[in-house]
């Protein structure tokens, strides 16, 4: 299944794919926040329609704890108001430390800090549908 993650942020929400085989995750696109909600949900719709997307993974901040905060209540929000854009089904999915993973790496990738912030969205992203295609995979191999 090909999957579109979704990496809400209150300025800018970082998008990945995956190939159909679940191999892999790749970064999409970022989506800067501007002119309303309406519109921002509109456009993530659009690319997730382009890139065949057939579910959407949406990023949920959970604290360390793992309890829900205010970051986490406004991604589920989101995600809320994103599924009244789309027929996909959403999935709320654990990003902690998403972020941090993708900063790290390209932070020893020696990428330029411009680049950086261009594209962390995106990568952070990026790590959030893998570990959503690790849990599932980790979940179907239990069963």
């Known amino acids: 299944m090909r999957y579109l993650a979704v990496d809400y942020g209150t300025k800018r929400v970082g998008l990945a794919v995956c190939d159909e085989l679940e191999f892999g995750a790749y970064p999409l696109a970022t989506v800067t926040r501007g002119k309303s909600l309406n519109h921002d949900l509109a456009e993530i719709a659009r690319l997730g329609r382009n890139a065949e997307a057939e579910a959407i993974v949406v990023g949920l901040p959970l604290n360390a704890d793992g309890s829900q905060g205010p970051a986490a209540n406004a991604a589920a929000a989101f995600a809320k108001s994103l599924g009244r854009h789309t027929p996909l089904p959403i999935t709320l999915h654990d990003e902690f430390l998403t972020t ?32 959503f295609l690790r849990a599932k995979k980790e979940k179907s191999r239990a069963s």
């Open 100 to 131: 941090w993973e993708a900063q790290e790496e390209m932070i020893a990738a020696d990428v330029s800090r411009k680049k950086r912030r261009a594209v962390i969205d995106q990568m952070a992203a990026v790590h959030l549908l893998e570990a």
